[in-house]
DNA sequence: TCGAGAAGCGCG
DNA sequence: AAAGCGCGCTTCTCGA
């Protein structure tokens, strides 16, 4: 593994390229949008007021708590005091103006962080058919090494739902050009898998079979579940975190033949993950172990360091332990989201170098985004997901690469 | 009127 | 015993 400074060092001129060329916005797509997106606004605001009965904002977590005491509905309180109206809060009860609230503030979600600011900005570069985004990469900010972008953030654009991909949909190919997108599956999970040396996960990985099948095969739990339970564990998710997102879900009561999930169950099947994958568990305490004995650093591969000075919190008082155990999370974290980051930043410098004609405009975590010339679209995405695949340890890291006319259709 | 913090939510 | 990690951005709220 290259060291992270290198990795820094090369990785930044291709980000700076990056940035230069952009992703051309549809104005065309981007207004229809929002006029669809102002409508189902102004729909929801109706629904709200025929069914209070008065005006209601949905952005006020106030003005929508005071309405719910007023129904004599209870819920958790935040640390300021007020009823907590979060999409969990909202959703543990049946009602049609917290619905009404809950796709507003969806909606509203999408007119503000995404589709007006991307409008704002993309008219600074007028471009036939639209206007140019020029993302700031920042590439100093994350300690675990993965990159940041600004401006907007085009990190964090919806994906996964259906009004979300309309929103990448607005972003397309130049003309004569396609969008190619390479992503590496399940990049982090392998990394674990690598590093921990965990017998059943390689074997897994080794013969080419679904982690999540298999995970769920080994508890006796749904897919869904595993992926779920999996992903959690390999940054120290407890139990009732574990519970809320399975809640959140929709797999609260399964079907008979798998165990109800309740609080209990998640419990358990935390405690059953990492006895049924014990190296994880032991590549997690030595991690701990080897930053104390390096004064509170923990490292990736690559070297990149991050300082957890609550590594040395002793005690088991409030909130000593609680800081501790976050330190924990923290330093298991680092390693495997921050060498994942370094698997990626070299994947991006062979692509650099062998497939001249790919032009990377995104870089999200473990999916790598660009343009090339439409004639060429087919070879060069074969070329791009052969310089992208990589042998980690013995585990094999493929990409899965499609090529489209948008980023919603990628 | 401005700025900071809280709450909330989008992504991998 | 108990525990998600890493970000950016928006609106609301409240005090200076």
Not at 144 to 165: D, H, I, Q, Y
Not at 184 to 191: A, D, G, H, I
Not at 214 to 232: F, M, N, Q, S, W
Request: hydrophobic fraction near 40%; charge should be negative; glycine fraction near 10%.
């Amino acid at each position: 593994m290259t060291s992270t400074e290198e990795l820094d060092l090369a990785t930044w001129p291709i980000f700076s390229k990056m940035s230069r060329r952009g992703l051309l916005v549809s104005f065309d797509k981007m207004e229809a949008l929002l006029a669809d997106v102002q409508a189902q606004m102004e729909e929801q605001l109706a629904l709200i007021e025929c069914f209070a009965g008065r005006k209601l904002n949905p952005m006020s977590g106030d003005d929508v708590a005071r309405w719910m005491v007023e129904q004599h509905m209870g819920g958790k309180h935040t640390k300021g005091g007020r009823l907590t109206t979060g999409k969990q809060a909202l959703q543990q009860h049946e009602h049609p103006v917290l619905d009404a609230v809950l796709s507003y503030r969806g909606l509203e979600k999408l007119e503000s962080t995404f589709i007006l600011p991307t409008l704002e900005i993309a008219k600074r570069d007028p471009a036939p058919g639209g206007g140019i985004i020029h993302p700031r990469w920042r590439l100093t900010k994350v300690r675990s090494g993965r990159v940041a972008s600004e401006s907007p953030n085009l990190l964090a654009f919806p994906s996964r739902t259906e009004m979300g991909k309309r929103v990448r949909s607005c972003f397309i190919a130049r003309p004569g050009f396609k969008l190619i997108s390479a992503d590496y599956s399940q990049l982090e999970p392998r990394t674990s898998a690598v590093l921990s040396q965990d017998e059943r996960l390689l074997a897994i990985y080794r013969e080419g079979r679904d982690l999540y099948i298999e995970v769920g095969t080994d508890l006796g739990v749904p897919r869904t579940v595993a992926k779920t339970l999996t992903l959690g564990t390999f940054y120290g998710m407890g139990g009732q975190k574990l519970f809320e997102s399975l809640v959140a879900e929709g797999v609260v009561q399964g079907d008979p033949s798998v165990p109800v999930f309740d609080l209990e169950t998640c419990d358990a099947l935390l405690k059953r993950w990492f006895e049924v994958y014990s190296g994880v568990k032991r590549l997690v305490d030595e991690t701990v172990v080897a930053a104390r004995q390096a004064g509170g650093w923990a490292y990736t591969v690559g070297g990149r360091g991050r300082l957890l000075p609550g590594l040395f919190l002793s005690g088991w008082g409030w909130p000593l332990a609680k800081l501790r155990e976050e330190a924990e999370r923290q330093c298991f974290n680092h390693l495997i989201q921050g060498t994942a980051a370094e698997t990626m930043k070299a994947a991006q410098v062979r692509v650099d170098a062998n497939v001249p004609e790919f032009m990377p405009q995104l870089q999200i975590h473990d999916e790598l985004v660009g343009e090339v010339r439409e004639d060429r679209a087919e070879e060069v995405a074969a070329r791009v997901a052969a310089q992208m695949h990589t042998t980690f340890q013995g585990v094999e890291l493929k990409t899965d690469v499609s090529i489209a006319d948008c980023w919603g259709d990628l």
